[in-house]
């Protein structure tokens, strides 16, 4: 009989031990749910924030940005008749970045000259407009740009970014903040 009542209060504290045990892992249970539901908070915060920079660079002007991040453009690059203007500016480019003129030309994806009011104003040749395959080549141009000065024929080339009219149109507004 005393055999008996030792294993049941053996098995009380056992019992007991077992349901203190499963209070704790109800705690754990209950602050691991509070930080999922803080976790799922989160992400719906960062999906609305995402979905807002999508539709921002989905509208008309995200798509221009987009495309102006691939052009440069060169002023002062003066070209004969008879010129290949893709040769040209992809012996002056290979040079400046100590590259071969293949690797160039697999960087560049078209080469076209424009006539813009300010060369036409100031008598200066046309603007020649690269669209590069690779952001990363256009950043090493502006960099080497930056650095040293791109001749052709005893002339400074001009290097410039691409900026989209809508954005020039917008920053032209909020020009007289910078005017002191």
């Avoid at 008749?81 to 590259?99: D, S, Y």
């Avoid at 005893?154 to 032209?172: C, F, G, S, Y």
Wanted: charged share 40%; proline share 2%.
């Amino acid at each position: 009989m005393e055999n008996i009542e030792q294993r049941t209060e053996k098995t009380d504290e056992k019992v007991e031990n077992i349901q203190q045990l499963m209070m704790k892992y109800e705690d754990r249970f209950k602050k691991i749910e509070e930080q999922i539901g803080q976790n799922d908070e989160k992400i719906g915060d960062i999906d609305t924030r995402l979905s807002e920079v999508k539709k921002g660079r989905s509208g008309p002007l995200g798509w221009e940005i987009d495309k102006s991040e691939f052009y440069l453009r060169f002023q002062n690059v003066k070209e004969e008749k008879g010129e290949n203007l893709t040769k040209i500016m992809t012996e002056i480019l290979a040079e400046a970045l100590e590259i071969t003129e293949e690797k160039m030309m697999d960087g560049m994806d078209e080469v076209f000259g424009v006539y813009t009011r300010y060369a036409a104003r100031n008598n200066l040749p046309r603007e020649v407009h690269i669209r590069f395959t690779k952001k990363i080549i256009k950043t090493q141009i502006l960099q080497v740009a930056r650095e040293k000065i791109l001749k052709y024929k005893d002339k400074e080339i001009v290097v410039l970014k691409q900026v989209p009219r809508r954005v020039r149109e917008m920053r032209r507004e909020y020009l007289f903040l910078t005017c002191f």
